[in-house]
């Protein structure tokens, strides 16, 4: 079950999505990053599948400045990274309020929401793990005088897990290899798991065109695991 509130954030209300595992808690926390297309039913199932396995997972919406219906390119050409640190920083508060001040944090994002995953997993102390579904723009800084994702990753003291289609044009083989390079050169512990076949929302079961099924799930239970052992 997916369950809604909102949260106030530098006055502007933001739609929280949740969904909780059952039995008592307190339980791990997962946080999805909504991609552009914004908190949809894709992002509800990333909430329940992660509910599936035991986590309290979260979402909250990342346009929630720009009004409620924002989303896609435009309103994600206006948000700074400043922001999107304030909006993660609000919704991890929230979840410790549920599942206690010690619950074990991670964080995980598609498309946009893999960028603001890594953004936050570099500017927020706490999270044990962070998952990286084919975030693109990581050497677009968003912001006056912000530095670059890319440039803070070395900042990221916890794994990161990283997914991305062969066939994706943002970001690109060629990106992805500069990311690894920078997370190596910075001695962060990662994986990263490249599927052929597959582009951009590989896992998005909404876009016909891009899904594909089999590295899907397969990315599912390689994202599963590496929690878990995390969280170990």
């Known amino acids: 079950m997916i369950n809604r509130e909102t949260l106030t954030v530098d006055g502007s209300d933001m739609l929280t999505l949740s969904a909780l595992p059952e039995g008592a808690g307190p339980h791990p926390v997962y946080i999805e990053c909504c991609h552009a297309p914004g908190q949809d039913g894709f992002t509800e199932n990333v909430l329940e599948r ?40 609000a919704l991890v508060a929230h979840a410790r309020t549920g599942m206690g001040e010690d619950a074990k944090l991670t964080i995980g994002g598609h498309c946009m929401g893999g960028r603001v995953a890594l953004l936050a997993g570099a500017s927020i102390d706490g999270f044990y793990a962070v998952a990286d579904f084919w975030g693109g723009n990581v050497m677009t800084a968003k912001g006056r005088d912000a530095p ?42 990662h994986t990263f798991h490249r599927y052929d076949g597959a582009g951009h929302a590989f896992q998005n079961f909404l876009n016909e065109a891009n899904y594909r099924e089999s590295q899907s799930e397969d990315a599912w239970g390689k994202v599963i695991t590496f929690f878990g052992d995390a969280l170990a």
């Open 50 to 89: 992660w509910a599936e396995v035991g986590y309290a997972a979260y979402s909250h919406n990342l346009f929630h400045r720009q009004g409620p219906d924002a989303k896609g390119r435009e309103a994600l050409g206006i948000l700074t990274d400043e922001e999107l640190v304030r909006d993660c920083e």
């Open 148 to 189: 670059t994702v890319i440039d803070m990753v070395g900042n990221i003291t916890c794994p990161v897990i990283g997914f991305f289609g062969n066939d994706d044009g943002n970001p690109a083989p060629e990106d992805v290899d500069r990311l690894d390079a920078e997370l190596s050169r910075h001695g962060v512990t």
